[in-house]
């Protein structure tokens, strides 16, 4: 896309400035010469979603299929349990060999990233780098991450699942594991990442947990974040109604599978904590009966909380996302028994010019069985989601870091506008 030449004896006026910040230009004079009356033509969403954001027309060229209906699989996509029980349960695990690096944290924590194999030597070093975040308990295993995995390796990325303190069978060093509001584990990783390969650029996927660990890393980094782009799924936003919505009705049996799940991991690492000092209350964590009380025992204690009601009201990324300042995309369905949509911070990523939204009418919780590849097959949002991060790498476009910049590219064209 052209703007109209310059010449020596006709000087158009400068239009206002509405560019989106930039922090990098690949090709600065073509960025600014840029007619900002030109644009792409695309068609409309198709009414079945619902888009959103503030970003929401600088990101709509780059999704192929969002004209297209969301039709979930018949029968299986109908019934929001039934959806999603059935991706937990019988999506296929597509088979990935990874090679694993055990990463010491600051506090001689250790988190695992998992890399696939053959890749440090297959890539080059300048291939944009995916990390992964998994849910809850969730790690390299888990076939909705093995699905995107392979999905962007087809691509040319290179990626690595970063998982999480005792996630993914990864060793247990201190007795801390991880909650929905720290982020230490995340900068160190991300630290870690850019200086193994600082030619590449970086970007995140998260998804229900690990999509709220994620917005607030986002939201606490803000301006300085190295990321380049961020896409987050299923993400319960306000741990608050979460919470409230877990302990309701069938969602009960949500809350005791994740609650089996955390009482496991910490099974096997209980001895960390004897004769430590502090509140935790190792019997609760033992026999807990729901998320909430293993968050009472552990969570809050090993993170400073005064209470769970405490722990979780300060864990929120609804709170946080209008700090953002890399591009992100949100993708939550509307039936969501574990992520409800009323936690969604609808109105702050109307605001902010770096966020787009889009909602689907169904898809359960980590879900999504439409589309091409169901019912068997990848989650729907996969290629959304390469979509939208191939958009970024294409124009490699970051926001800025300060207004200065801005100042900079106004004062960039005013010069153009001059020759």
């Given at each position: 896309?052209?703007?109209?030449?310059?010449?020596?004896?006709?000087?158009?006026?400068?239009?206002?400035?509405?560019?989106?910040?930039?922090?990098?230009?690949?090709t600065p004079i073509a960025a600014a010469c840029l007619s900002p009356t030109?644009?792409?033509?695309?068609?409309?969403?198709?009414?079945?979603?619902?888009?959103?954001?503030?970003?929401?027309?600088?990101?709509?060229?780059?999704?192929?299929?969002?004209?297209?209906?969301?039709?979930?699989?018949?029968?299986?996509?109908?019934?929001?349990?039934?959806?999603?029980?059935?991706?937990?349960?019988?999506?296929?695990?597509?088979?990935?060999?990874?090679?694993?690096?055990?990463?010491?944290?600051?506090?001689?924590?250790?988190?695992?990233?998992?890399?696939?194999?053959?890749?440090?030597?297959?890539?080059?070093?300048?291939?944009?780098?995916?990390?992964?975040?998994?849910?809850?308990t969730g790690g390299s295993q888990d076939s909705y991450v093995r699905h995107?995995?392979?999905?962007?390796?087809?691509?040319?990325?290179?990626?690595?699942?970063?998982?999480?303190?005792?996630?993914?069978?990864?060793?247990?060093?201190?007795?801390?594991?991880?909650?929905?509001?720290?982020?230490?584990?995340?900068?160190?990783?991300?630290?870690?990442?850019?200086?193994?390969?600082?030619?590449?650029?970086?970007?995140?996927?998260?998804?229900?947990?690990?999509?709220?660990?994620?917005?607030?890393?986002?939201?606490?980094?803000?301006?300085?974040?190295?990321?380049?782009?961020?896409?987050?799924?299923?993400?319960?936003?306000?741990?608050?109604?979460?919470?409230?919505?877990?302990?309701?009705?069938?969602?009960?049996?949500?809350?005791?599978?994740?609650?089996?799940?955390?009482?496991?991991?910490?099974?096997?690492?209980?001895?960390?904590?004897?004769?430590?000092?502090?509140?935790?209350?190792?019997?609760?964590?033992?026999?807990?009966?729901?998320?909430?009380?293993?968050?009472?025992?552990?969570t809050r204690v090993s993170f400073g909380f005064k209470s769970v009601d405490?722990?979780?009201?300060?864990?929120?990324?609804?709170?946080?996302?209008?700090?953002?300042?890399?591009?992100?995309?949100?993708?939550?369905?509307?039936?969501?028994?574990?992520?409800?949509?009323?936690?969604?911070?609808?109105?702050?990523?109307?605001?902010?010019?770096?966020?787009?939204?889009?909602?689907?009418?169904?898809?359960?919780?980590?879900?999504?069985?439409?589309?091409?590849?169901?019912?068997?097959?990848?989650?729907?949002?996969?290629?959304?989601?390469?979509?939208?991060?191939?958009?970024?790498?294409?124009?490699?476009?970051?926001?800025?870091?300060?207004?200065?910049?801005?100042?900079?590219?106004?004062?960039?064209?005013?010069?153009?506008?001059?020759?």
């Open positions: 896309m052209a703007g109209a030449p310059l010449t020596t004896t006709f000087k158009p006026p400068l239009p206002p400035l509405h560019l989106t910040p930039f922090r990098r230009f690949r030109t644009k792409p033509t695309m068609p409309d969403p198709h009414p079945s979603l619902e888009v959103s954001g503030g970003a929401r027309d600088r990101f709509l060229p780059a999704f192929k299929t969002l004209h297209l209906p969301y039709s979930p699989f018949p029968i299986i996509g109908w019934n929001r349990h039934i959806e999603t029980m059935f991706a937990a349960f019988y999506r296929s695990v597509p088979d990935v060999r990874y090679r694993r690096e055990c990463l010491r944290t600051q506090d001689d924590g250790t988190v695992a990233l998992d890399w696939v194999g053959g890749d440090h030597r297959r890539l080059s070093a300048d291939v944009p780098i995916l990390i992964l975040l998994p849910g809850l995107m995995l392979v999905r962007a390796r087809s691509r040319g990325w290179r990626t690595v699942v970063f998982n999480s303190r005792g996630c993914g069978n990864s060793p247990v060093t201190t007795p801390q594991f991880y909650s929905g509001s720290f982020i230490g584990d995340m900068r160190e990783v991300v630290a870690h990442i850019s200086a193994k390969y600082p030619k590449a650029s970086l970007y995140a996927v998260g998804w229900s947990l690990g999509g709220n660990i994620l917005v607030n890393y986002l939201g606490k980094e803000s301006n300085t974040c190295p990321l380049s782009g961020a896409v987050s799924l299923c993400n319960p936003f306000n741990l608050v109604i979460a919470d409230v919505n877990l302990r309701k009705g069938f969602n009960n049996i949500y809350n005791r599978s994740l609650k089996r799940a955390l009482c496991r991991i910490f099974s096997k690492h209980a001895l960390l904590f004897e004769d430590i000092e502090g509140e935790y209350n190792i019997p609760m964590a033992m026999n807990a009966q729901t998320v909430r009380e293993y968050d009472e025992a552990i405490d722990y979780y009201s300060n864990s929120c990324s609804s709170d946080l996302i209008k700090h953002v300042r890399v591009p992100l995309l949100c993708v939550q369905a509307a039936n969501d028994p574990i992520a409800p949509i009323s936690g969604t911070p609808f109105h702050d990523i109307k605001e902010n010019p770096n966020c787009m939204l889009i909602v689907t009418p169904k898809g359960g919780h980590l879900g999504w069985v439409a589309g091409d590849d169901a019912p068997y097959g990848a989650p729907w949002t996969d290629s959304l989601v390469m979509d939208f991060l191939e958009h970024l790498e294409k124009d490699a476009s970051k926001p800025l870091e300060s207004s200065s910049n801005i100042e900079d590219t106004q004062q960039s064209l005013e010069i153009l506008q001059q020759i």
